[in-house]
């Protein structure tokens, strides 16, 4: 089943728009990245004007964990490329080191939840057998899968940049060429 994917850049968000945005949109926006960064800048001016617009952003507790895992990663990786790191993350997140990166963490954290409504995945009414059944394939993320379903139960729109939310069947508003097609 393909997504309709509409181009971030072109999309005039609405008051009625019911978003939710990936944690890749979340990371481009509050995230470490490259100074003069593209994706941040498209994405930075996107939320803009959904807050603009008053457009209704929701968020669950997959996209706030992997948020905070992967920005914990990211500074990790970084520090670990300029020798600054031990070899081993879990070992680094239990140093002082981390302390104030989990600080830096947080207070993003904080900000992303400022912007949103939460909303749960609906884990207990998932046929999560059919979901495990489609992981098993080796084709899919189950934690995309569940995001795909919440979009789904909810009618929500997805604000992604993963080229893996292609075949979902969702509304999608990204800047990923690749959901774009030609």
């Known amino acids: 089943m393909t997504s309709k994917a509409q181009p971030i850049g072109g999309y005039v968000f609405k ?17 470490p990245r490259k100074p003069g960064s593209a994706k941040a800048a498209v994405y930075s001016q996107a ?76 884990f207990s009414t998932l046929d999560i057998q059919a979901l495990i059944a489609e992981y098993e394939q080796g084709d899919s993320d189950l934690n995309d899968q569940v995001l795909a379903e919440l979009c789904k139960s909810k009618g929500l729109k997805l604000v992604t940049d993963d080229g893996d939310f292609g075949g979902h069947g969702l509304a999608l508003v990204t800047a990923n060429k690749r959901l774009l097609g030609p």
């Open 15 to 31: 008051s009625t728009d019911e978003l939710l945005l990936d944690t890749n949109v979340w990371l481009s926006v509050y995230g």
């Open 47 to 122: 939320l803009a004007s959904m807050l603009k617009a008053q457009s209704r952003i929701f968020i669950d507790v997959l996209i706030v964990s992997e948020f905070v895992n992967a920005y914990a990663r990211l500074r990790y990786n970084i520090l670990r490329s300029k020798g600054t790191a031990s070899s081993d993350f879990k070992q680094f997140r239990r140093s002082v080191a981390f302390k104030p990166i989990a600080k830096d963490i947080a207070g993003d954290v904080k900000q992303v939840l400022k912007h949103c409504v939460r909303v749960d995945s609906g």
